[in-house]
């Protein structure tokens, strides 16, 4: 009877009272990380406004990175199957279309960020910036 009576007490009770801490959900985390990251590509653009100070144009692998994270995400997994209610514009092979876009800017940023980085840092002699952030 007691153990019942601590069960529905628990039920009742807040987490918080409990002694467990308030947890930040997954999505929560990454949608602070998004916007962390592109508050600091507005700070830097708004700090050094002349392309003497920042190359302004090391900011556009950041953004078809944040295109194709979109893109990504816009498609779920039952229009790739082919599972869902409705067929879309192109159906399931629209579906896997948009993805493969999606997945080749993603890459394709990736792969022209470091491009960038050996270029305007390796390249120069600059072994602090490059070699450093990249190993």
Known sequence: MAATATFRWLLVMPRAARGSAVRVSPTGEKVTQFFTGWWIIIDAAVIY???????????????????????????????????????????????????????????????ASMWILFGGYVAKGERDAGCVTLM
Do not use: K
């Not at 295109?67 to 192109?90: H, K, P, T, W």
């Open 49 to 111: 406004p002349t392309m003497e100070e920042f190359n302004h144009s090391y900011h556009a692998c950041g953004v078809i990175a944040t295109i194709a994270f979109l893109m990504i995400n816009a498609v779920s997994n039952g229009q790739v199957r082919g599972d869902s209610y409705s067929e879309g514009c192109l159906g399931q092979t629209g579906a896997r279309i948009w993805l493969f876009l999606g997945f080749m800017l993603a890459f394709g940023s990736l792969i």
